[in-house]
Structures are given as structure tokens and as C-alpha cells.
């Protein structure tokens, strides 16, 4: 059980089937402090691992989080890019076996083929991982893009020659890197900004969009106690 789980105010019985974060205030927290960019992913990387915690101990299914996008990595300096795939592979090294052992399945939504080797196959190691008990999906968005997503789910629509009466939502839903799961219920972005920047542009139509000043390395399980108790006190109309 995770040490920061608490006593709850949220209802158990009416939790978001699926979370998802876009973690962004990392570099900022670091420069508040006087620290190099690097301590600021890395501060972001450990609450990620609370924050993981904490959703598979109360009973949330899918949490997906919003690593780097297909705009970010290129965009940044080689010396963070690096930084940020040594963390990505250290990451996944060191928590395969407990993920494995404490029921997180671990999955990527993006292109990762496009990184260096090393940083390849530590991901496809920990993507093979059998989890006898799994208790949450946990989805980590690297080289993602919402736009590009829904461009690569076309074009295998039209490899694949299916006609047009055949094209329905659910099966365009089939064709993204979330298949099988359901649509996010609760978006949060931490760190100030009221924008989506090509998250899930798809799956999120219907979803609640939770907004918060507070950087990610301080949003913690707490925070998000928090979000999920906002979420419950919506009422969800889903279009009607």
C-alpha cells in the first residue's frame, strides 16, 4: 500500500475509469530553486512513481501521462534530450521488476523507434513483462502527438482498404495507440497552462479538464486526491 494514500474524501465507487496528466513545470521548478533543468525532470520522474502509486492503491485502471512530445525532443537542447532519455532508461531498468510485482502494466503511446538503441530496447524490455495480477495500465506518452496519432491511424485505414461505409468512430478508436482502453475521464495539467498541446485530441471529447498552478514535481498524490474529488463533484452530461 502506498504510504500516501489517506483518508480518503473521494467516492470509491465513482472513480475515473481513466486519468490522464500532462506534466509540464519541471524546467520551471527547477529554476525557482537555482537547480540545472536536469533536477527538475528528475524531481518530476520520482512524484510520477508516487503518483502511479497512489492511483493503482485507491483503484484507478489507466493513468496516462504526457512525457514528450513529437514537438518537445526536437526541440530542446541535445545536452536535455540526453539528460531526459538517461533518466527514461534508468526509470525503466530500475522499476521493471517492481511494476511487475505490484501489478503495473507499463505501455507506450508514441513512436519510440525513433530514439537511440539503448533507450529501444530498455522500453521493449519492460513492454514484454507479463503481469500476472495487473491492477493498472499505466501509459506513458513518448514521441507523441495527438495530430500525428490520428494522421497514423488514417494511413492503416487505407493500407488496410477498408471501405468507407466501414469507417465508424469505434473503428478509427481501434486504429490509436489506446486501443482496448477507455477514453480518459479526468485530464489534469499542472503548471499554470489552459491548454491541451496535442494531447489525446481524439480520445478526450468528452473528458473533464482539470487545470492547476502547482508545478508537477509538487503535484502530489494529494493533489491529485484533490483533482479526483473535483471530478466527482461534476456532472457528467457526455453530450446530452
Known amino acids: 500500500m502506498s504510504p500516501f494514500v489517506t483518508k480518503l474524501k473521494i467516492d470509491q465507487n465513482n472513480l475515473p475509469k481513466h486519468i490522464a496528466i500532462i506534466m509540464d513545470g519541471n524546467r520551471r521548478w527547477a529554476r525557482e530553486r537555482g537547480l540545472p533543468d536536469g533536477k527538475g525532470h528528475e524531481a518530476g520522474a520520482e512524484n510520477l512513481q508516487h503518483i502511479v502509486e497512489y492511483c493503482r492503491d485507491i483503484g484507478v485502471k489507466h493513468l496516462t501521462v504526457y512525457a514528450l512530445s513529437t514537438e518537445n525532443w526536437r526541440k ?11 533518466l527514461l532508461t534508468r526509470i525503466v531498468k530500475t522499476k521493471a521488476e517492481e511494476y511487475r510485482r505490484s501489478g503495473i502494466k ?10 537511440p538503441f ?27 502527438g495527438g495530430r500525428d496519432e490520428i494522421v497514423n491511424a488514417i494511413k492503416k485505414i487505407i493500407k488496410n482498404k477498408i471501405p468507407e461505409n466501414k469507417i465508424t468512430e469505434d473503428l478509427i478508436s481501434n486504429y490509436l495507440y489506446t486501443k482496448d482502453q477507455p477514453d480518459p475521464d479526468l485530464i489534469i495539467r ?13 480520445q478526450m471529447s468528452y473528458a473533464e479538464l482539470f487545470f492547476t498552478d502547482i508545478l508537477w514535481p509538487d503535484f502530489t498524490p494529494k493533489e491529485m486526491e484533490k483533482a479526483i474529488f473535483w471530478y466527482q463533484q461534476r456532472e457528467r452530461r457526455m453530450g446530452k
Open 118 to 144: 539503448k533507450v529501444k530496447e530498455a522500453i521493449k524490455k519492460i513492454l514484454a513483462m507479463v503481469i500476472v495480477e495487473e491492477k493498472i495500465q499505466f501509459n506513458i506518452a513518448l514521441n507523441y
Open 106 to 115: 507499463f505501455f507506450v503511446l508514441g513512436n519510440f523507434q525513433a530514439f
Open 76 to 86: 530542446r537542447t541535445p545536452l536535455e534530450v540526453k539528460g531526459l532519455f538517461d
Open 190 to 202: 499542472p503548471g499554470g497552462e489552459f491548454r491541451l498541446s496535442n494531447f489525446l485530441i481524439w
